[in-house]
């Protein structure tokens, strides 16, 4: 278990670095101080990095490799995030993935929820 989580700190370290580049590109968010910046990366870590990995949720099942080679699928989500909240992601990217977004509408989504300070409801 310790590998797994060792693996998701560097996971989400490289994501962080990530979004903070692609947002500090961003129309409206390149005016904002790095404490700004990093403050809406931090509210919205979770949906951006789960959402950013809809293409790698394929059969029920979840293919993503760790930095540290260790394949993060479904029950190693379900031994860290608890299975009910493993069992709400699959439900929910599975139906997100029935959206056939388009990369210029997916593109769009992340930065609404980028740059959105509170609660974004979204009803698929």
Do not use: W
Request: charged content about 15%.
């Amino acid at each position: 278990k310790q590998d797994i989580c060792t693996g998701l700190v560097e996971d989400m370290s490289l994501s962080i670095r990530c979004m903070m580049a692609y947002g500090s590109k961003l129309p409206g968010l390149s005016n904002l101080t790095f404490g700004e910046l990093t403050s809406l990366v931090k509210k919205n870590l979770f949906s951006i990095c789960t959402l950013a990995t809809h293409k790698l949720f394929i059969n029920n099942q979840l293919y993503y490799y760790l930095p540290n080679k260790i394949h993060y699928k479904k029950e190693l989500m379900s031994e860290i995030l608890g299975n009910e909240m493993t069992l709400l992601i699959f439900d929910f990217i599975h139906l997100f993935n029935q959206l056939h977004l388009s990369k210029r509408e997916f593109s769009l989504l992340i930065s609404m929820i980028m740059s959105n300070q509170g609660k974004l409801n979204i009803n698929i």
